[in-house]
């Protein structure tokens, strides 16, 4: 049996049912796979189903405000993959009348949206033969094969991505990649069960004793530390609580998410130096000469290439500061439940 048979054979037997599977609509695949990228399919599929309800098309998504988008998307990190969402809705909606492109290249076009993406939504919404490599299928096919060019860099993908085309099922590439994806992730897993494998006979690493050793990763650079201190300043005012927050801006993490005023040091600090530190802060951006800080036990935040340390410090205030820079607005505490905020911040709101 070729590789085409026994993992259509696979596949009857074992493919998965996901809510993106077996449909056409290029908007609605699109969504998943951008959603999926970094995340897995239990939690993908909840926000899936989010936001296909608020934004059944491309259009709803478009019309949508970006804080919209963001409020929706909070949770799932990398919230870059947001703003490309957003910003590719309003594309086609602008330059392609509407209509999600349909080749290739044009929806390669869309921001945000790379080889592996195009040749999902490509081979899954059109029937184009483009193989797509995801991490499940760098596996399964580097022990297949036997490749050890290190994965997940441009080089591996073209050398992966030519291999397969020479395999893939040219009348039903959408089925060719879902058997591939769903082989890599549920048989050829980390710690694969060779013994019911249909292609343990010709499994390279198998037969040369190198599934442990394969795929080849790329070596990691270690995330790097940074320290941040958020004020949470609070006073009453109109029978409520009042608090500041800033948009973050800028080529940084979490843009466009909104945020307590934000101490950044180089770094870690306590004690004596924090309380000092924090005084002279809030002196400057707001006018306040003196106050004590409730300090909160430290929160550590890992993304994949920072880890954020960080601390909350209240400070409680009979009347609204006497300076507040344009960049931060006044925002009633129970408002930031309506609008997008880091994880982070999210994780010190559900600890009060
Ligand atoms: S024999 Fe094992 S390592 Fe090889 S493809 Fe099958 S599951 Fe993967």
Not at 16 to 32: A, N, V
Not at 167 to 182: E, G, K, T, Y
Request: proline content about 6%; charged content about 25%; hydrophobic content about 40%.
């Amino acid at each position: 049996m070729s590789l085409l048979q026994k993992l259509n054979t696979w596949y009857e037997d074992y493919g998965r049912t996901l809510p993106w599977r077996g449909i056409d609509d290029p908007y609605r695949i699109w969504l998943s796979e951008i959603i999926l990228q970094q995340t897995r399919i239990e939690q993908g599929r909840d926000y899936y189903y989010r936001f296909v309800e608020a934004f059944p098309s491309v259009a709803d998504l478009a019309a949508a405000s970006e804080d919209q988008v963001l409020r929706l998307w909070q949770g799932l990190g990398y919230y870059s993959r947001a703003r490309n969402l957003h910003a590719a809705a309003q594309y086609i909606m602008k330059e392609c009348s509407g209509r999600f492109p349909e080749t290739h290249e044009g929806i390669l076009r869309l921001k945000g949206v790379g080889r592996y993406t195009a040749a999902a939504i490509a081979s899954f919404a059109f029937r184009l033969p483009y193989p797509v490599i995801d991490g499940n299928v760098y596996r399964f096919v580097s022990r297949l094969y036997g490749i050890t060019t290190p994965i997940g860099t441009d080089a591996a993908y073209s050398e992966f991505e030519q291999l397969l085309l020479r395999q893939i099922d040219r009348s039903r590439p959408d089925r060719f990649n879902a058997a591939l994806m769903d082989f890599g992730s549920l048989q050829c897993k980390p710690q694969p069960d060779c013994k019911t494998c249909p292609f343990a006979d010709e499994c390279d690493a198998l037969q040369t004793g190198r599934v442990d050793l394969l795929p080849v990763k790329a070596a990691k650079a270690k995330p790097i530390d940074r320290w941040f201190y958020y004020f949470d300043i609070r006073w009453p005012q109109d029978r409520t609580s009042c608090t500041l927050l800033e948009q973050r801006t800028g080529k940084d993490i979490w843009r466009g998410l909104y945020q307590f005023p934000l101490l950044e040091t180089e770094n870690v600090l306590d004690g004596d130096a924090l309380a000092a530190a924090a005084l002279h802060f809030i002196t400057e951006e707001f006018g306040i000469t003196a106050a004590s800080f409730q300090v909160s036990d430290p929160f550590k935040h890992q993304l994949t290439h920072r880890t954020i340390h960080a601390r909350f410090l209240r400070v409680e205030l009979r009347s609204k500061p006497s300076k507040v820079p344009p960049k931060y607005r006044v925002a009633e505490v129970e408002m930031i439940k309506k609008i997008p905020v880091s994880r982070l911040i999210d994780r010190y709101l559900q600890s009060l």
